[in-house]
């Protein structure tokens, strides 16, 4: 038995190549986003141990506010001199020395443009002199305050040497030029550790501009005598600071560290197994088509093993052996290629993050017991259906032409049409009673199976009425028959496209409609022009509160209003907060009236919340919050005013003077309210003149934020449609697949029709209106369903400010004629093939 | 006339011209091959298909090719109709030279010249019966004549069959829808391989006297390739082929004549055996 399964599988190698390469791209896609992120949170492991190497017991301050892994850095409490004094008495403490270190020092580069980061920190530090790691290239280390020294990965994408004077951005947004003194690498002929942008001053420099605050440290780097564990310093320390302070071991720290980082590359991963699962679920339905057609053109050899004696549990064996065979195969090259891929990926991460030097490419057994697991359950699963068929087939099947009829679609259409449902009410009550996201994902992928259950039915009519376009040809209308003749075969081949074509649109009705809903909301706004940086790294840059003052006195600007935000700890719960130069002109520019209390005024321990956060934290005027910034001690505020949540800088919005106490004491936005008849070109030039110190921040008019804010949008949009065209790409293969198979089984039929005076050029357009009918229908499927799904998770999010629904017209019709594109693609081989048929051979084919 | 041996060359009957056939005796050949060799494969696996066949089919005769398995009947067809290449020789259909044509002349050939009619599989399923008639006519972008569509429909007696498909019509039907398709474009000759060969008697018997009658009646040139006497004999004129050369001809047969010749044929193959 075994040995015809295999006989049978090697004569027909092309299909189960082609339904085996849709395994193969899903598996690569698995085994590469492993490899990736295993070979670059290695890559992090060494530098940490690297940065770590000196250290044996590092002390830093608690963080104030806790933060969220995903939400960003959390920001250690500064440290005074006095904790450095009391562990330089301990015993056991060779040397204490106060380290900073902060987040936020951007240098400006010799053509006056921000050296900005993809990721990696941009660190402002006190000059420490030379060690093990870090190593002067050039020059010397700082002295005097206004010297600076910067690592030469900097220095080399600023284009600055030393004796240049630089600009440098630092906590307050304002900008100071330093001269460069000197430039440092690390042990290892190494410019940056893992694209890190490193400015050094003094320390009283560093002080004031990274920590806000002078004589104090961001922590404390302990060495310990010889013959002192750095387990046993730890406990010292510990025990001598107090609980205000966290103390690690050098170790510990690294790792820590290298955690923080390895966590946020889980998350990437995790998305990056999303897409690989589309991918997967898409060439399932190429693989249950492959296996069905498989499974036709042997019913005559399966029906003669029943007829010699074969089991239904033997013939079921056969048809899961082979797909054990295929999956196997598949998973193998799947994973060589994802480790090229995972190798390639590293490769560009580390030249875009600046280089970051990799640990040598590893490949994790998670990564090859994955692509096994994966290559194998979704193959075989595929293959259970057509296997079943496959031991239903009668043993007379063997003697008797029996052309199998096509078998009701009833059933499929029942079960389809209940799945349909029942994805509907998941969707339902995930997206509107916040039953998570589990289940809009679960209800998603029931209204795929759903939706491809239901295709069968669908497909007569819609292809038909689809193939009318193609009737005013002989060969057109002979490709439109065609594509219309096995539905659920058609119907296969197209609901594979629907997957890929309907996640893209449902993305893009939600982008198209947040981009007219930031577009309404910014128009209802009396702002003309806004001040906003140009966002380079994790970090938005901000600019001086000093900049609205002045921004005021600028003839024809009526109000001005700066908007700084941060992370905090509200009541206990981590919250998003603002601060605000003033409360009074906000009403006039949105145009907004109090819910309760006031909101155009606002005391110094006053806090004005928006509707829903009152409503969801039952705040109501006269509340008290407490309060705990990134610096300072904690605050209580009372609740003065309750504002309109569309029209609200932000669920909190605390007084002007918190600002002081954000992680950037600087405003991120500024609205700009002109003078009614005040032409918005007369007064820009002015505004923009108040931040030209600044180039990470600009003056925009109202049209251009829209297009800013949308850009970034569209970036998100082009990033899902460029991994979702890997399922696209799938689905591709399975309309060559169904093809090439029709080809096959026509191949009299194609004699015939040559025989009779169908030119070879006719013959290729008739394959190509089968393939393009099949393609624009399972887009045209995706485009509905996608737009289906887009509009309920929009209308769910009214609430969050997508006030408008808005269909991405332009992209729909886009994707239906790439579908178009790709039919006559797909077409191509197989036409091909059937052009060259030779008519003699076709005829007497057997 | 009869025993003719081995004869390579086979003569034109010129007592067919008085059977009230629209002959032009202008160009009475409708196809004709000289001297055609086939060869398959080279060296060891040499098979010589047919060896020198020459022979000329009238206008408005129904000739039919006899002989045993191998004579090589079918490759002489397939050659006549330009659906296989020659070795050596060549084919004439009308006044076209068939040999040396590439691929878009023989489709050209093919849709204006040609019909054929197969022992099996004969239509395309997805179209009506009607439409698989007129197929030739719409792939040529020609329009049918009208009188004429009727004419060849009453004639197959499939008035009320037009609308369905080949799966919902009988053997018989189906090769009668073959047959009117064949003819509807009224091409310069009919080639049928075996087109009884999978139909009972009674069908049988009602595609070949259609046949026969499209011959009488329209003046319409076929040539059939057939093992089977009876069908044969339906025939002006059998043409019998051994290991690749015409060896004999028949005018007027009857299947007791047909089987009588194919029994002789038969014997000496037997005795190199």
């Given amino acids: 038995m075994l040995r015809a399964t295999l006989k049978s599988l090697l004569a027909r190698k092309v299909r189960l190549v082609l339904s085996g390469l849709a ?40 963080a104030k506010v806790e933060i969220d892994e995903l939400d960003g850095e959390p920001v250690p409490s500064n440290i005074p001199q006095s904790a450095i004094t009391t562990v330089s008495a301990l015993p056991g403490v060779a040397q204490a020395r106060g380290v900073i270190a902060a987040d936020g020092a951007t240098m400006i580069g010799s053509n006056g443009k921000a050296v900005g980061s993809f990721g990696p920190p941009q660190l402002g530090e ?207 090259i799947g994973l060589g290629a994802g480790i090229g891929v995972g190798a390639l990926l590293a490769f560009l991460a580390s030249k875009f993050s600046g280089g970051l030097a990799l640990a040598g490419l590893g490949v994790p057994p998670i990564a090859i017991i994955a692509s096994f697991v994966v290559g194998l359950v979704v193959t075989v699963i595929a293959a259970v259906m057509p296997a079943l068929r496959a031991s239903r087939i009668p043993p007379i099947a063997a003697m008797a032409d029996v052309a199998t009829p096509d078998r009701p679609l009833t059933k499929i259409t029942w079960i389809g049409g209940v799945l349909t449902a029942i994805a509907l009410a998941l969707l339902g009550v995930g997206l509107y009673a916040d039953g998570g996201i589990m289940l809009v994902a679960g209800g998603v992928l029931l209204t795929f199976i759903g939706v491809a259950l239901l295709t069968p039915v669908l497909s007569r009519p819609v292809v038909g009425l689809l193939g009318r376009i193609f009737s005013w040809s002989v060969p057109g209308k002979l490709g439109r028959l065609n594509s219309g003749r096995n539905p659920r075969r058609t119907a296969i081949t197209a609901a594979a496209l629907m997957v890929g074509i309907a996640l893209v649109t449902g993305v893009g009705v939600i982008v198209s409609s947040a981009k007219t809903s930031i577009a309404g909301a910014v128009e209802s706004v009396d702002a003309q022009l806004i001040i906003q940086g140009t966002q380079t790294g994790p970090r938005a840059p901000t600019f001086a509160p000093a900049v609205v003052d002045q921004a005021k006195a600028v003839p024809g600007v009526r109000d001005v209003v700066g908007v700084a935000s941060d992370l905090a700890t509200v009541d206990g719960e981590q919250q998003f907060v603002t601060s605000v130069t003033d409360a009074a002109p906000i009403p006039g520019i949105y145009g907004s009236t109090a819910v309760a209390g006031s909101i155009s005024s606002q005391g110094p321990d006053q806090v004005i919340v928006n509707a829903d956060a009152a409503k969801e934290h039952n705040w109501s005027v006269g509340s008290v919050l407490t309060v705990q910034l990134t610096r300072g001690a904690e605050h209580r505020y009372t609740v003065s005013g309750i504002a309109p949540t569309d029209k609200s800088i932000g669920e909190i919005m605390l007084p002007a003077a918190a600002m002081a106490e954000f992680t950037q004491p600087a405003l991120s936005l500024g609205f700009v309210r002109l003078d009614e008849g005040t032409a918005v070109a007369s007064v820009q030039p002015k505004i923009e003149a108040l931040v030209a110190d600044n180039p990470l921040v600009s003056v925009i008019d109202q049209d251009t934020f829209t297009q800013q804010q949308s850009g970034m949008l569209d970036q998100v949009l082009v990033m899902i449609q460029i991994l979702l065209a890997l399922a696209i790409l799938i689905a591709v293969l399975g309309i060559i697949n169904t093809l090439a198979l029709s080809v096959m089984e026509r191949t009299r039929e194609l004699g015939l029709l040559r025989a009779i005076g169908l030119g070879r050029a006719a013959t290729m357009r008739m394959i190509t209106v089968e393939a393009v009918v099949i393609s624009v229908f399972g887009a045209l499927l995706g485009v509905v369903v996608g737009t289906g799904l887009g509009a309920a998770v929009v209308r769910a999010l009214r609430d969050e400010g997508f006030t408008d629904l808005t269909l991405p017209w332009s992209t729909i019709v886009l994707y239906l004629g790439v579908a178009a594109l790709v039919g006559v693609v797909a077409a191509i081989l197989p036409s091909i093939r059937a052009a060259r048929l030779n008519v003699l051979g076709a005829i007497a084919h057997e | 006339m009869e025993a003719a041996g081995r004869t390579v060359l086979v003569r034109p009957d010129h007592d067919l011209f008085t059977r009230g056939n629209q002959v032009t005796a202008s160009d009475p050949v409708a196809a004709r091959a000289d001297d055609v060799w086939k060869v398959y494969g080279s060296g060891e696996a040499e098979v010589i298909a047919l060896r020198g066949v020459s022979v000329t089919f009238q206008r408005g005769v129904f000739t039919a090719i006899m002989g045993p398995s191998g004579s090589g009947k079918s490759t002489l067809m397939h050659c006549l109709a330009g659906l296989d290449s020659v070795t050596r020789g060549e084919v004439h259909i009308g006044e076209t030279r068939v040999t040396g044509l590439g691929d878009a002349g023989l489709t050209k050939l093919r849709r204006d010249k040609v019909g054929f009619i197969f022992q099996q599989f004969n239509l395309l399923p997805t179209l009506s019966a009607k439409e698989n008639i007129l197929l030739p006519l719409s792939i040529a972008g020609r329009k049918p004549d009208d009188a004429w569509f009727d004419t060849v429909i009453k004639t197959v007696a499939l008035q009320d069959r037009l609308g369905h498909r080949p799966a919902q019509l009988s053997g018989g039907q189906q090769q009668r829808v073959a047959c009117a398709r064949a003819l509807v474009a009224r091409p310069e000759v009919i080639f049928a391989d075996e087109p009884t060969g999978n139909l009972d008697s009674k069908s049988g018997a009602d595609v070949l006297g259609f046949l026969r009658d499209s011959v009488k009646t329209y003046g319409q040139t076929i040539v059939m390739v057939t093992h089977d006497p009876v069908a044969a004999s339906y025939a002006d004129r059998v043409i019998f082929l051994a290991d690749g050369a015409v060896v004999d001809e028949l005018h007027s047969p009857t299947p007791d004549m047909v089987l009588d010749r194919m029994k002789k044929l038969d014997a000496p193959a037997e005795v190199t055996r």
């Fill in chain 1, 126 to 332: 006190n000059w420490m002199g030379e060690n093990e790691l870090t190593q002067l290239r050039e020059g010397r280390g700082p002295t005097a305050d206004d010297e600076i020294a910067v690592n030469v990965g900097l220095a080399t994408a600023g284009k600055v040497k030393v004796g240049d004077q630089v600009g440098v951005l630092t906590l307050d947004a304002k900008q100071r030029m330093f001269t460069i003194v000197g430039t440092f690498g690390y042990s290892g002929d190494r410019d940056s550790l893992g694209g890190v942008n490193e400015v050094a001053f003094t320390e009283p420099v560093a002080q004031r501009l990274m920590l806000g605050e002078p004589g104090v440290f961001s922590s404390i780097d302990v060495r310990a005598t010889d013959g002192t564990s750095p387990e046993a310093l730890k406990q010292q320390v510990a025990s001598a600071l107090g609980a205000d302070y966290t103390v690690r071991t050098g170790t510990e720290a690294a790792a820590d560290d290298a955690q923080g980082l390895k966590s946020a590359l889980g998350f990437f991963n995790n998305i990056l197994l999303g897409f690989a699962g589309v991918a997967l679920f898409v060439g399932i339905f190429l693989i249950i088509n492959t296996f069905s057609i498989v499974v036709a053109q042997r019913t005559k050899e399966l029906a003669l093993l029943r007829a010699i004696g074969a089991g239904r549990r033997q013939v079921i064996g056969s048809v899961l052996t082979e797909a054990v065979i295929v999956g196997t195969i598949a998973s193998v």
């Fill in chain 1, 23 to 62: 395994v193969v791209l899903g598996v690569m896609f698995v085994a590469g986003s492993f490899v990736l992120t295993d070979t670059l949170s290695r890559s992090f492991d060494s530098i940490f141990s690297d940065v770590y190497s000196q250290t044996d017991v590092t002390v830093a301050g608690k």
